[in-house]
């Protein structure tokens, strides 16, 4: 979901499952990251 309201712009308005969603997608693409930098950091120091 991108919050597009046809005119080329982002709603004012969001409905309380709409928020949630953005927000649990957001939570799980912070997860994913946060997963990926421990894994650099194992990496690097592996390689040390």
Request: net charge negative; aromatic share 6%; hydrophobic share 25%.
């Amino acid at each position: 979901m991108d919050g597009n309201c046809g005119y080329g712009g982002i709603r004012n308005f969001l409905t309380k499952e709409e928020k949630l969603e953005i927000l649990n997608e957001y939570k799980d693409n912070l997860e994913r990251e946060a997963q990926g930098v421990k894994e650099k950091i194992k990496e690097l120091e592996k390689n040390n």
